[in-house]
């Protein structure tokens, strides 16, 4: 019954920013681990930032470009994003990790462009 659910993506300049927003649901599923990966088209994912207990960290080509914040009631993580690169162009994923299991959302697209 688990649903990880991504929203917030679209296409953007160079420069621009993007809020993503991520909502973890299900019985059972509390207060897991939460982060972001991207997939590059025709590449396997790879990780961009997550936040544990508070702690936050980052891939080092988004640091100081990207911020990411939960609520933890409700599950929900975000991922604010500026300065915005053509090479952010991804397929952005929420990830959840509660124990030894991982759930994953289907992503939302963000598209970085002249």
């Known amino acids: 019954q688990v649903q990880i659910v991504e929203s917030g993506g679209g296409s953007v300049q160079p420069g621009g920013s993007l809020r993503l927003s991520c909502v973890a649901s299900g019985s059972g599923l509390y207060m897991p681990n939460m982060g972001w990966y991207r997939q590059y088209p025709g590449q396997q994912r790879e990780w961009v930032a997550t936040i544990i207990s508070g702690s936050k960290n980052y891939i080092d080509s988004v640091k100081g470009r990207f911020t990411i914040s939960r609520d933890d009631p409700n599950n929900i993580v975000h991922l604010e994003m500026s300065s915005l690169k053509p090479e952010d162009t991804a397929l952005y994923l929420c990830?959840?990790?509660?124990?030894?299991?991982?759930?994953w959302g289907r992503g939302t697209q963000v598209t970085v462009s002249s």
């Open positions: 990830h959840a990790r509660l124990g030894a299991r991982d759930y």
